[in-house]
């Protein structure tokens, strides 16, 4: 295996955050295609959230504060 350092272990961190809210948001989006407009609405709320939760992961990041 390779040694992983403070900031390698980090990264991986983001990434793995990123990508599972990247997941969520192409699932999400895929259910649109068949949804009732009462769903629409719902979905649409929740990849707002999803969206908006990984805007605020990357800027806490970015600024060096902690991982949630």
Known sequence: GR????NNDALESVMHEVSSKA?????AAALLRK??????????GLM?????????????????GKQP
Not at 23 to 27: A, F, T, V
Not at 35 to 44: G, H, K, N, S
Not at 48 to 64: M, S, V
């Open 35 to 44: 949804a009732t407009p009462e769903e629409r609405t719902e979905l649409l």
């Open 23 to 27: 997941s969520s948001l192409k699932g």
């Open 3 to 6: 040694a992983m350092s403070p």
């Open 48 to 64: 707002a959230q999803h969206a908006e939760g990984l805007a605020q992961y990357i800027n806490r990041f970015q600024k060096g």
